[in-house]
């Protein structure tokens, strides 16, 4: 029985509850699935390693951040055949996020609103999982730890938490994203204008040396961005993580605006709007960017892909590895392996074409 049929079963009882909720039941399922070894029926994809920021991933298909805040389901997750598993966003300290209701579909745009505001237990409870996990102790895979800052924290004093938390997580990461990009938090993606994003990387560049000095280690950062972004704003970050050399940067995040889904249910409720509506935003980003930074730093492409071709058509924009949330709700864990296959048919097709 294939995962593709059992989702489809399992689609109509998830969608008939509030998304939240749904959210809630789905993953410690998916947890206890895995604990039982039923997961292991998943077939995997197969293997096409890529190298990027000096890491290797077995596939190029990771999952976003969000779907596991405190990374109390990396095991489960890890079990669907992702390239990578990045979890958070985690703050410094616990917080409860925005009220209820928080999150709403939009089944004919395949689209997810969110307004959580990183509702998370705080990174020292976020470490002790992450420790906990099988993936982790057994060097199992890619792990990406995604940082952001407190609600409360004055926007002034954001590079404190920022700091704080890379200082926390930096041990047990494979990489360590920087997300200044929720539209959830107030004030916070003020952290993408020039001055002060140029003010935040050198902090973060120059605790990363004294990390990887302490550790001997280099674990690599990378920035998320919105993709409400104009052109100048994407040439000020292209130039700000150049000059800093971050590592990766990726892009991108929910939008804040509505035109795709005008006129349907939730479509004016406050957050950031996912799934299929951001595809061709977030595209647009990846291609800005590509042609700001040619290849000195990768871009890891996230934004409504649903299907293998909008995998191809993201790493086609601009992107080295792709990422899922949105579609991963939608179409369930098949969706991995589709999008594995068709990046790696797509690479295989790119490297002969090359040799000819």
Known sequence: MSDKFLYSLARPFLFFMDAESAHEITLPGLKHAHNLGLTRLIPKPENDPRSVMGITFPNAVGLAAGLDKDGRYIDGLASLGFGSIEIGTVTPRAQAGNPKPRMFRLPQANAIINRMGFNNGGVDAFVANVQASRFYQEKQGVLGLNIGKNADTPIEKAADDYLHCLQKVYPYASYVTINISSPNTKNLRQLQGASELDALLAQLKEAQGRLSDQHKRYVPIALKIAPDLDSEQIKNIADSLLRHKIDGVIATNTTITRDAVKGLQYAE????????????????????????????????????????????????????????????????????????????????????????
């Open 269 to 356: 409720e406050a957050g950031g709007l996912s799934g299929e509506p951001v595809f061709e935003l977030s595209n647009r980003v990846i291609r800005a960017l590509k042609a700001e930074l040619g290849d000195a730093l990768p871009i890891i492409g996230v934004g409504g892909i649903f299907k293998g071709a909008d995998a191809v058509a993201k790493v086609q924009a601009g992107a080295s590895l792709v990422q899922l949330y949105s579609g991963l709700i939608y179409r369930g864990p098949a969706l991995v392996r589709e999008c594995a296959a068709a990046l790696r048919k797509s690479h295989s097709s790119l490297h002969s074409q090359i040799k000819q």
